[in-house]
């Protein structure tokens, strides 16, 4: 399918913004002036900035030589102008604020799903399942590379552009009465590593800056009062996603926690099949084991997180890292031998929190019939990734490495499971957690009710998703600060 057919929603947002004439609001009417669209951020991915580029463009030729006032730049000010990129972010959000009977009419226009059908779920997220329903095409395996293309856009666009903004480096920023309000006090910076087979491969290490109290002038030191790093994998069924799809939930726990955050761009298949993406994180992790008192933390102080697809990766490198199974890398060979010897001088994990996870890849729960069509993620996405994944796998598709409830999971470290209501992998999360529980692991299990999988993509668009996600980055601190406090009286 060729690039023109393909397109993202937030493609289809900008048609209809510059059709309706929206753009022109608040901006100079000259092509010789300053654009406010040439003031996005560089650390925008590039096919946001591309695609501003090319609005701006337009834009700017359709301009005369007059200029507004000012007062009517005041009057004509409209946020949507000056984050282009994040239309997406801007319109989903808005829509939220139609009165209820609007939101409903549309629903029903749409043929989306009813109250009755989904008792937890309120009009603004029924909408945006029922545009989701019209705008989505099945999936084909020739298709991955536009896939990835669009969803890398539209995650992005969904973000909220204050994330994308990184905290200012000025000396005089560090100081608290110069320090703006709204503000983004988290830095991250983009590091470029060795894969599990010496290639490069990108982490982005997040940061959050401490203020100084007064008018000294030193600078701002990092923030990590608990000495904790978190490590995460991104979702997108081993083929989509990437560490920009996941800024704005990374960014969240920073922000939250206080911990330096690190996320993997580790391979993607069908080009890479299971368990290139394990053994890529597994490396990953390695170098945070090395590195991470450079954030401020300690090596038995490394906790896991990730969603979807990366939840099973959190569950997979947890496993191995405590109890590796040596039979099992050394079906993969000499590359097995290479990452089982790195797994066995590798400090433990302290905790982690998969979040709607991967971890059984064969049984047919209750939540596969249940939640198998309509939704974010259905049967035949299921289908398609898990092909990509394991059709070319040098390993047999039930595998201690492809799969978390095959290994050994009795001396797991503490567990914080997040599961979604209306998602498909839903009873596979909990199967998980009630395995880990006959184990004597310490587990903790919280389900958002009227949430679908990938819920985290709708933080910053969706006021209930928004509360339950600072929830659940807020629990899971509280997790980790009790089995940091366990871990110190059983030392003491």
């Known amino acids: 399918m060729s690039n023109s057919t393909v397109l993202s929603v937030n493609t289809l947002l900008n048609k209809a913004v510059k059709t309706l004439n929206l753009t022109s609001l608040g901006q100079e009417k000259s ?7 040439q003031q996005v951020d560089s650390n925008e991915p590039e096919n946001i900035k591309v695609e501003s580029a090319r609005i701006e463009s337009i834009e700017l030729q359709a301009t005369d030589d ?6 009517d730049k005041m009057l004509g000010h409209h946020l949507m102008t000056n984050y282009q990129p994040h239309l997406l972010h801007y319109a989903i959000k808005g829509i939220g604020c139609l009165p209820t009977p609007v939101l409903e009419s549309l629903v029903d226009y749409l043929n989306g799903p009813n109250s009755k059908q989904y008792m937890h779920v309120d009009a603004h997220l029924r909408l945006i399942l029922a545009i989701n329903g019209k705008l989505k095409t099945p999936l084909h395996l020739v298709e991955m590379t536009e896939l990835r293309k669009r969803f890398a856009t539209d995650a992005v666009a969904m973000q909220a552009p204050k994330v994308w903004q990184q905290a200012s480096d000025n000396l005089f920023s560090n100081i608290k009465p110069f320090a703006k309000k709204g503000e983004s006090s988290i830095r991250w910076q983009d590091k470029t590593i060795a894969n599990a087979d010496d290639g490069d491969m990108t982490l982005r290490c997040y940061q959050k800056r401490a203020n100084a109290t007064g008018f000294g002038f030193k600078k701002a ?3 990590n009062p608990d000495e904790t790093v978190l490590l995460f994998f991104h979702g997108g069924g081993f083929c989509i996603g990437d560490i920009n799809t996941h800024h704005e939930f990374c960014h969240a726990v920073c922000e939250q926690t206080g911990w330096p955050v690190v996320s993997v761009d580790y391979r993607l298949a069908p080009e890479h099949p299971a368990p290139t993406a394990l053994r890529d994180c597994i490396a990953a992790y390695a170098w945070l084991a090395e590195h991470c008192q450079s954030l401020g933390a ?3 102080r490394i906790v896991l997180a990730g969603d979807s697809a990366g939840g099973g990766l959190s569950t997979m490198i947890a496993q191995q890292i405590i109890s590796p199974s040596k039979d099992a890398w050394c079906d993969l060979g000499a590359e097995g031998q290479k990452t089982f010897d790195i797994l066995q001088r590798l400090p433990y994990p302290m905790a982690q929190m998969p979040l709607y996870p991967v971890t059984d890849i064969e049984t047919d729960y209750p939540s596969w019939e249940l939640y198998g069509e309509g939704l974010l993620l259905d049967h035949a996405d299921v289908a398609v990734f898990d092909a990509a994944c394991l059709e070319n796998s040098p390993l047999p598709r039930q595998h201690v490495l492809t799969s978390p409830m095959l ?3 009795r001396q797991i470290c503490p567990t914080y499971i997040v599961a979604a209501e209306l ?4 009873d596979e999360a909990f199967a998980y957690a009630s395995q880990l529980k006959d184990y004597g692991v310490a587990v903790q299990t919280y389900t958002v009710v009227g949430a679908p999988h990938g819920f985290i993509h709708f933080m910053s668009v ?3 998703l928004e509360q339950e996600t ?3 980055i807020n629990g899971f601190a509280r997790f980790v600060r009790e089995v940091i406090r366990t871990q110190a009286l059983l030392t003491a």
């Open 31 to 37: 092509a010789g002036k300053t654009n406010c669209h």
């Open 66 to 71: 007059k200029y507004l006032s000012i007062k």
């Open 221 to 223: 030191q990092q923030h």
């Open 298 to 300: 300690l090596p038995s």
């Open 407 to 409: 290994g050994d999971n």
């Open 423 to 426: 998602d498909v992998l839903r």
């Open 462 to 464: 969706h006021a209930a």
């Open 470 to 472: 600072k929830h659940i």
